[in-house]
């Protein structure tokens, strides 16, 4: 479904990401992980056309898409969920939801505003209040349902679980290997390694814009280098984050 080959993107002549060679099969949840400032939101960003690649190939369905614009990019299936949410705060909870129609373009809904608010019912309950009330979680649910409602072929997710209590983690993870058991492709981003190698079915580790090990991700949770380097790791700079 995706294939990125030999990607490279800079920023002002300063590479962020070194040849980048991915590869996500239909059906699959795929996993980034890696410290802070290895790359990862940038790939998400490029691949969604936010940021523009200095060389290489992102080709979803075998269609090159690099050189499309983001809205293009949403229309033809390629939904981004990105860090920060980034709702519509000054609106209320469903429009940001029924927002999510623009990404169809001449496609057809796959998710309609009934099966969102089933999936997160916190959504329903405060349809007409102001997204920019909702907490963070809520909020979280409610930029995955906006993104649904586009009918997503392939979910990019960028830091889900970025900022909430544990028990809401939960519910965010859930809810994401739901989706992927009822057959949506995700590439998800998390900063929770151990979370994300936990429900994703490979996982690529990125570091200082290169991928250096790719593997099923039962056999990255499993292996002590990366337990020490990046779960364990990562895990001991969340918690001191957290102080």
Known sequence: MLTISHLCVSYSGIAALHDIDIKVVKGEMVALIGANGAGKSTLLNCISGIVPASRGSVRF???????????????????????????????????NLLLGRLALGKRTASWQYEQVVDLFPVLGERRHQRAGLLSGGEQQMLAIGRALMGAPELLLLDEPSLGLAPRIVDQVFAVLTRLNDAGLTILLVEQNARRALGVASRAYILERGKVVRSAAARELAEDPDVVTYYLGGLAESARLARG
């Open 61 to 95: 369905h075998g269609a090159e898409v690099t050189v499309r614009r983001p809205a293009a990019v949403a229309r033809s299936g390629l939904l981004h969920v990105p860090e920060g949410r980034q709702i519509l705060s000054n609106l209320s909870v469903e429009e």
